[in-house]
């Protein structure tokens, strides 16, 4: 049995890397309002691990939980 220790916050940052990755990098997002922002720029953002970067990880997270029924 692995020692590694389960870090659901890292887990749900590699979800959402990689299924940005899944995506044309030069495409942009409409993120409400009329600031759009390219797959690229989204993925530097979670990389590091910004504010916005965290928030994408969360709406990400958030949609594929309504996309599975789990809300």
């Keep these: 049995m692995s020692n590694k220790k389960f870090d659901l916050k890292t887990e749900q940052k590699t979800l959402v890397l990689e299924r940005f ?6 495409s942009k997002l409409s993120l409400g309002g009329s600031k ?3 797959v690229r720029q989204l993925i530097k953002h979670v990389e590091r691990e910004d504010d916005f ?3 994408v990880v ?3 997270i958030n949609m594929l939980k309504v996309l599975s029924g789990v809300i």
């Design 21 to 26: 990755k899944t995506l044309n990098p030069n």
């Design 53 to 55: 970067g965290k928030k």
């Design 58 to 60: 969360q709406v990400q």
């Design 36 to 38: 759009e922002v390219s």
